[in-house]
């Protein structure tokens, strides 16, 4: 089974604070992203990346950067936390060709930002 | 604005019975749908994806596709209460990068 892994479950950070997201994925897939969920508003594109050292921003990239230096790893950056950036981050990850489309979601990693 | 709209319900059925959940889409260039389950705390998995315009069935779960009508909906037959969760309808973006665009969920509760 693919396995998306978030390295924590709860996040409490304060404003202003530099947030690091990991996500890592064992399935050597080419594709990952990241989206936040909040109620009412759904899931939202942040940032994707199709390859290594490649980053393409999503429907909301402000406040937010990536990295990709390996394959298998996905980081999400804070540069400096706001309140309005407490949510549910989801990370994914789909493998390349006619199944690029099927996304497997890691945990999620509730960030609370005080 | 491509858009992916669903009734957040909550939908509620008796156990036993078929539940219908439903989703209309704005880009009529979207070619791949998908429906994913999320259980309350839980990442979204996905559980059934149609290409083509009619039904697709996997046990319990069925698909339909109406492209013309641009809608698709998702059938559960037997509901069973363990099928209680938020369904989340997604769509590729037509354009040329394909992620997938997310409705907002509908909320099924189904009662012993």
């Known amino acids: 089974d693919v396995k998306v892994t978030q390295s924590s479950r709860y996040l409490v950070k304060r404003t202003g604070e530099k947030v690091f997201l990991e996500c890592v994925q064992d399935?050597?897939?080419?594709?990952m992203f990241w989206y936040r969920q909040d109620p009412g508003l759904g899931l939202r594109l942040i940032y994707f990346?199709?390859?290594?050292?490649?980053?393409e921003k999503g429907d909301i990239p402000e406040g937010y950067s990536v990295s990709r230096e390996k394959k298998e790893r996905f980081s999400l950056i804070l540069e400096s936390a706001s309140t309005n950036q407490t949510s549910m981050y989801l990370c994914?990850?789909?493998?390349?060709?006619?199944?690029?489309?099927?996304?497997?979601f890691g945990s999620g990693t509730q960030l609370s930002v005080l | 604005q491509k858009e992916v709209e669903q009734n957040s319900g909550p939908l509620s059925v008796p156990e036993g019975a078929i539940a219908s959940l439903n989703c209309t889409y704005s880009?009529?260039?979207?070619?791949?749908f998908f429906w994913y389950r999320q259980y309350s705390g839980k990442s979204p998995e996905l559980i059934m994806f149609?290409?083509?315009?009619g039904d697709k069935e996997d046990g319990r779960f069925t698909a339909q596709l109406n492209k013309a009508s641009q809608y698709v909906s998702l059938l559960i037959r037997d509901s069973q209460p363990s099928d209680s969760a938020t369904y989340l309808c997604?769509?590729?973006?037509?354009?040329?990068?394909?992620?997938?665009?997310f409705g907002k969920g509908t909320k099924l509760s189904v009662k012993p």
């Open positions: 994914a990850s789909s493998p390349t060709g006619l199944s690029n489309e099927k996304l497997f």
């Open positions: 399935m050597d897939h080419e594709n």
């Open positions: 990346s199709y390859d290594v050292k490649m980053k």
């Open positions: 880009d009529r260039g979207s070619q791949s």
């Open positions: 149609i290409y083509s315009n």
């Open positions: 997604a769509v590729n973006d037509g354009g040329s990068q394909g992620n997938l665009i």
